[in-house]
């Protein structure tokens, strides 16, 4: 097996690289169009990491995201997976603050349909990011790990490109 710094010797393949470890999750396409490469020649640096066990790929919801090999555990790739899509990460910060609401508490604050709602938080309980308790006939949603995903906020907020992450990262770095 080819070390790293052999398999990295290439300027493209390094700088794939160094853009999957600045932006661990970030899927095909968006990589694509950040580093402005053909589909083909993306695709064929992607395996040749993969192979030689620099970088893990993983699907999620028909998109292929990539992270560096060995960095991220299978909650933290679900996390880091939500955050970089905006109804997940909305609803991910919002429950940061709230620590604990029902569904109809989360979706006044959002323009989506309940459907849509559920849809989303459905997906980040199947995959334990949050947890569902009844109460009654109501049911209410947390984080499992809050400590997880307010670290992976504060670390990759910049790779994240919103600026409710950047708002949510600065007031809780004040605060402790």
Known sequence: MENESGAL??????RIYEHIVNNPGVHFR?????????????????????????????NDAGYSRYFSRNKFDPEAKSIIAFMRQPIPRGILLFLLR???????GILVNFKISAATLSYHLKRMCSL???????????????????????????????????GIVE??????????
């Open 128 to 162: 334990g990011v949050l947890r569902v308790e009844k109460v009654g006939r109501e049911s209410f949603f947390e984080i499992c790990q809050p400590d997880k995903v307010e670290e992976i906020v504060i670390i990759y907020r910049r790779s994240f490109f919103s």
């Open 30 to 58: 968006e990589l694509q169009r950040s580093l402005g490469m053909p589909v083909g020649s993306l695709e064929y640096h992607l395996r040749y990491m993969e192979k030689r066990e620099l970088i893990s790929a993983r």
């Open 167 to 176: 708002d949510f990262a600065l007031s809780w770095l004040k605060e402790k």
């Open 9 to 14: 010797d290439l300027q493209c393949r390094k």
């Open 98 to 104: 709230e620590k604990k609401s029902s569904h109809g």
